[in-house]
Nanobody
Framework: EVQLVESGGGLVQAGGSLALSCTAS????????IGWFRQAPGKEREGVSC????????YYADSVKGRFTISSDSAKSTVYLQMDNLQAEDTAVYYC????????????????????WGKGTLVNVST
């Protein structure tokens, strides 16, 4: 059974940090690009960041560049998203996703049709 299990969400004050984790199972971790989307209440889903664990290449949305850092640990089948200097506009449910072409899809603003999705974790940034 394929699973993407997110953890690490919570409540944080503006300017603070959180680290999200996404642990994958049921498929070949290094055969997929894995990353994060987010969706705030009343807003469209947004691609945030993703990583290719084989070559380390990454993608970041302009809105998070310089503040968020994505990394992966193939031995643990886990992708991490370190989020620093969080702002109120970062408040959203963050979803982990895996797809063979996730970087290309995010870069082209494609928001649906990825192979696998997690159930999401809430990040709430208070001001």
């Amino acid at each position: 059974e394929v699973q993407l299990v997110e953890s690490g969400g919570g409540l944080v004050q503006a300017g603070g940090s959180l680290a999200l984790s996404c642990t994958a199972s049921g498929f070949t971790f290094d055969g997929y690009e894995i990353g994060w989307f987010r969706q705030a209440p009343g807003k469209e889903r947004e691609g945030v960041s993703c990583i290719n664990s084989r070559d380390g290449s990454t993608y970041y949305a302009d809105s998070v560049k310089g503040r968020f850092t994505i990394s992966s640990d193939s031995a643990k089948s886990t992708v991490y998203l370190q989020m620093d200097n969080l702002q109120a506009e970062d408040t959203a449910v963050y979803y982990c996703s895996a797809d063979r072409w996730l970087r290309r899809r995010m870069g082209h603003g494609i928001l649906h049709g990825m192979d696998y999705w997690g159930k999401g974790t809430l990040v709430n940034v208070s001001t």
